[in-house]
């Protein structure tokens, strides 16, 4: 019998070839779908400026500590290409310096990097509500064509004053009968970020992980230095009796004369790294005291028992952590007769606990990592990590006002009355409020340090609108802002260098035309309409940065630095 032809069968499991017309209707269909999803889904944005620095970078040049190791950005300098410190002379020379050590670096061989490129969820408002602290793109109001990111502070039909670097909120009910600041009202409370927004949001001070090897002054030093050895990147006290370590503001940074006298300091405020080459080529900035820190060290105990206390003074208060075998504690101390300005020495009350939780203590040769965060006006303490316990105290816009400044809320109206620029706006007020004392503390066993540190948190400045000598809008009692039902108000993290919802001064014709702000308000007065963003020019909410600058110093082939892809929070 002879054998079945085998070409029917293969002819079975043939594929027809593709026309011409059905590889084009592919095509159009993929580019067709690709287009539908970065108008309706995700959009790339490039980062152009640094008002969101460092969160999000725009254009900007990468320094690389040669004693630290340590990596900073510097923001690029925008004059004409004749300016000596633009980024566009060939020839440039910014003067810039290690955060860490102050040691002087020139940048006249560090290659422009572009800013960062982030995705976007677009129309993500459309089907969920934005949440406060989000990182948000939209049309520029004073000009449609262009888009703006910055983070989001105040929502819908809310009022929001920013003071002494926080955000303040309250739902406004009626008129004021009164007619006095709605900063004196019932109802504010503040406005605290999540654990995961502030963990992102910390701005470093100081770390010893990044001490030169070579001795260097940094700002840790011992009132008392027997038995310590402060040896870079490990401090070791081998004593037996109380022994304490102190952040000491005062010591100097660097010598860098371009620098103003008080970023010369280790001072602890609102400085970026950023800005440096903002300020060697002449560019003013403001510079705030800030309070709201994160202090954090490794602390390994060379014997049984050991006692550990984080303790910072400020706000003319002092708060602190008691870290014992069997417990942990949160306390505070507010001075005796309500003061706490901060301008001189106070008699302070005596310590009230405010949280207590179970700790096992120090494991003996051990390193346990601690930190104490102060912000928001909440403490709380992580060890290895986890959030053992938190404790807040509710201050008002006016204590807080009086505690940072040493004004109260009268003083400061009746001072701004007849004025246009912004009292509030003088830095110089704030030092009554500044961080006095910050220390680590230890008792009953010697003990060595590693990863001793400060970071700090975002700090929205007060400020004169330029060009109209009236104080920045929700920076000052009389500028109060009180939001629409689809109002929004952005900030940026770089709050020294961002023109943000306090400083814009116009809306464009068109958008007021399209988008009016609703009236009237519950309080009587008609709704903004310069300096917040209706819910029709929001585009979207930024998450992540899927293309951060390139290395161009690393190689003779420029790579993106992988290592720098993160999600915005």
Known sequence: MSKPSAAPAQSSHQHPAETVKETLISIVIAFTMAFVFRGFVIEAFVIPTGSMAPTLMGAHMRYHGSKSGYDWPVSAVYPTPNDPTSYQNPQRNIAVTDPITGETRASSAVDLSSGDRILVLKYLYSIFDPKRYDVIVF??????????????????????????????????????????????LPGWSIARKSTVQQRALWQMVYDSSYEALSPAAGPWTTPDPEGWTLKPREYVYTGSKRADLVFDQSRQRTSLNAMPPPWRTWAISDAYAYNEALLTAGQPLARFPVADVRVHAGIKPQGPGLSTSISLAARGHEFRALLAPGKVEIQIRAPIGGGGGGGGPAVMGPWSTLETAAFAGFPEST?????????????????????????????????????????????????????????????????????????????NAPVTLYRVGVDRDLYFQPATKSGQSQPALATSPVTTLTLGPDQFFPCGDNSPASLDGRLMTHVDPWVYKEFPPATPSPTGAPYSSVGVIPRELLLGRAFFVYWPSLLKDRGPIPVTDFGRMRFIW
């Open 139 to 184: 049309k520029n109001p004073f000009d449609p064509s262009q888009n703006y990111i910055k983070r989001l502070v105040g929502l819908p039909n809310e009022q929001v004053a920013l003071i002494d670097g926080d955000v303040f909120v309250r739902i406004p009910q009626s008129a004021d009968p009164n007619d006095v600041s709605p900063w004196s």
């Open 367 to 443: 390193v346990t990592n601690v930190e104490l965060w102060h912000a928001d006006q909440r403490l709380t303490v992580f060890i290895n990590g986890t959030n053992l316990l938190h404790a807040d105290y509710d201050w008002t816009p006016d204590q807080r006002l009086r505690f940072a400044t040493g004004l109260s809320l009268a003083d400061v109206l009746r001072r701004q009355s007849g004025l246009n620029e912004n009292i509030l706006a003088d830095s110089d007020l704030y030092a009554r409020g500044a961080i006095r004392d910050l220390r680590f503390t230890f008792e």
